[in-house]
């Protein structure tokens, strides 16, 4: 609170609002120099007195006695919002040229034909030989 405001004048405040029932910007205005004060300094004091449960009405007027020329917003970064996923359709075709294309359904089985068939052969007949493993180690043992 602003120093120049002694504890006397809100015991007034206090006592005035408890008779009334609520305290109004008049009241306020009779009994604090309001001219001087800025609207954070007004905001304690209305707390204050809401704390000790004297209501306070205000009305727009009080909320700004001192109007001061707002200083210019400070830019910041500016908050790009997330495309939409349309939007990332585009994108994601505008790069396709830029990555490495998937094989197509037509041409993948003649990709996979040079070195794929060798290597389904491979592991069919290693399983095959595991198989056949493991039906002679089960006959031996008599299980």
């Known amino acids: ?28 205005e009779a009994n604090l120099p309001i001219a001087s004060m800025s609207a954070e300094e007004i905001a304690l004091i209305v707390v204050h007195l809401e704390e000790t449960g004297v209501p306070v009405e205000l009305d727009d007027s009080l909320a700004s006695p001192n109007p001061k020329p707002n200083p210019a917003p400070v830019r910041s970064a500016e908050i790009i919002p997330f495309p939409d996923r349309a939007a990332a359709a585009r994108v994601k075709r505008r790069n396709a040229p830029l990555q490495k294309a998937s094989p ?16 389904h052969w491979a592991v069919a007949i ?15 043992l008599g299980v």
Request: proline share 5%; charged share 15%; glycine share 10%.
């Open 104 to 119: 197509t359904a037509s041409e993948a089985p003649k990709a996979a034909q040079p070195g794929g068939r060798a290597t």
């Open 1 to 28: 609170m602003q120093p120049a405001l002694d504890s006397s004048t809100l015991d007034r405040l206090i006592a005035l609002g408890r008779e009334q029932g609520h305290l109004t910007n008049q009241d306020l």
């Open 126 to 140: 290693s399983g095959l030989l595991v198989l056949v493993l493991l039906v002679g180690l089960v006959m031996m």
